[in-house]
């Protein structure tokens, strides 16, 4: 696959990544490799197993799960998130998306899980310049590697919502009060339910919320792009950056929904080829059809279209940069909309999602294809995974 491999070495050379680790599945056939290094500073070779921080591309992890309690019969999708968090009881809203923090007005609908799995539930986040986003940021919420996810939603829960629930799509934290309902549902911890659920029927090894000391050598390091100069750095701790989140190597209470797990280009694979069938290699059920077809369809009005993320310090919407404007939402995952809105090329129906520090996936089961990509460098723009996409199109379909 020559076509990757020079469009991979030309962003390392050029010193926008460290290192990138790819893997294409189309009808059967597997296409792989990697370009780079573990870190740019002793430009140590990337091994098999290379551990990345995945980031939100934890989030589709908690999403599936979420819809296996469903398929039990533990909760429904027009549940309100108070049947299992009632600190949030006396949840209020902002009048507006511009008021001053103080300025509210009374909820008019409680989130429900399908709110919160479609980010159309009213919460913000950390990094979004909105009044709910710095309130965040000045709680440091999410910021500590040693609380428990109980304890971050119990802080949440004395923030007002940015919008009234289903009337606007904000990216936001709501996937991290999902994960902290999986451990209200099923008495458990998170660690325990995705290891039980999802880790150990996919055979993905390599993936936790923590990572053995003996694989500290396995981990690539994480860069920060420097958008003026156009090189990596070492990450900063600026107010409303993403880096501010905890994110702990060996911290073995710690979890988050969305965010926190650490996981290998194989064992992400083995996540995004079930979301083909909801099997996994051996036939046993992930999830049912029905509901894997309904988390990968559009399920927002157009209104809310396009989708957008906006940074606190950009004028303008990283819209162009996360490549969403052809896209939708499902229950946990883009979903493509338009393909005449990005040259025509992909297919109707490709979902997947990404992380901060740009790892990337999709899926497409009318091609039986399925595409990661990992690296890690926070805060890079979308050229690459716009570059991936096409080059799949345009080489193998």
Same mark, same amino acid.
């Given at each position: ?11 390392? $050379?050029?010193?926008?990544? &460290? ?14 490799? @990697? ?17 990345? =921080? ?5 989030? &589709?992890? +908690? ?15 027009? *549940? ?16 507006? !998306?511009?008021? @001053?923090?103080? $300025? ?8 429900? +899980? ?13 990094? /979004?310049?909105?009044?709910?986003? =710095? ?40 996937? *991290? /009060?999902?994960?902290?309902? /999986? ?6 911890? !998170? ?25 500290? $050598? ?23 950056? +993403? ?25 992400? #694979? ?15 059920? +992930? ?45 946990? #995952? ?62 193998? /379909?």
């Amino acid at each position: 696959m020559k076509e990757f491999i020079k469009l991979f070495n030309q962003y390392v $050379d050029d010193g926008l990544y &460290p290192g990138i680790e790819w893997k294409i599945s189309l009808k059967k056939q597997t296409f792989e490799g @990697n370009s780079g290094y573990l870190n740019i500073e002793n430009k140590l070779p990337i091994v098999e197993n290379t551990i990345y =921080r995945i980031w939100s591309m934890t989030k &589709p992890i +908690i999403s599936i799960v979420i819809l296996q309690l469903i398929e039990e019969n533990k909760l429904k999708l027009n *549940d309100s998130i108070t049947k299992f968090l009632p600190k949030f009881d006396n949840l209020k809203v902002l009048k507006s !998306l511009d008021s @001053n923090i103080d $300025d509210l007005v009374e909820i008019k609908q409680m989130p429900t +899980i399908e709110n919160l799995l479609c980010h159309t539930a009213g919460f913000s986040y950390n990094f /979004i310049g909105d009044a709910i986003g =710095r309130k965040y940021e000045n709680l440091k919420l999410f910021h500590s590697e040693l609380t428990s996810l109980e304890e971050e939603i119990d802080i949440l829960a004395s923030v007002p919502l940015l919008c009234q629930p289903s009337t606007k799509w904000i990216y936001s934290v709501s996937v *991290d /009060i999902l994960a902290r309902i /999986i451990e209200i549902i099923t008495n458990s911890s !998170l660690q325990i339910e995705l290891k039980k659920r999802i880790f150990d029927p996919l055979e993905m090894n390599h993936t936790s919320f923590n990572v053995d000391v003996v694989n500290y $050598d396995n981990l690539m390091t994480q860069y920060e792009f420097d958008s003026i100069n156009k090189k990596i750095h070492k990450p900063s701790k600026n107010k409303q950056k +993403i880096f501010n989140y905890g994110y702990p190597l060996n911290q073995l209470s710690y979890s988050r929904g969305g965010h926190g797990l650490f996981s290998t280009l194989n064992d992400y #694979f083995k996540f995004a080829q079930m979301l083909l069938t909801g099997k996994n290699q051996y036939g046993k059920t +992930i999830i049912s059809n029905a509901l894997l077809t309904k988390a990968t369809t559009n399920q927002l009005n157009k209104k809310f279209f396009p989708l957008e993320i906006i940074n606190f310090d950009e004028d303008n919407s990283l819209m162009e940069e996360n490549g969403l404007e052809n896209y939708g939402w499902g229950l946990g #995952f883009r979903v493509m909309q338009e393909i005449s809105k990005f040259e025509n090329i992909g297919n109707t129906g490709e979902f997947g999602w990404s992380g901060a520090a740009s790892t990337y996936f999709l899926v497409d089961p009318k091609y039986d294809l399925v595409a990661v990509m990992m690296t890690q460098v926070l805060g890079a723009n979308n050229n690459l995974q716009k570059e991936f996409y096409k080059q799949i199109y345009k080489t193998l /379909i």
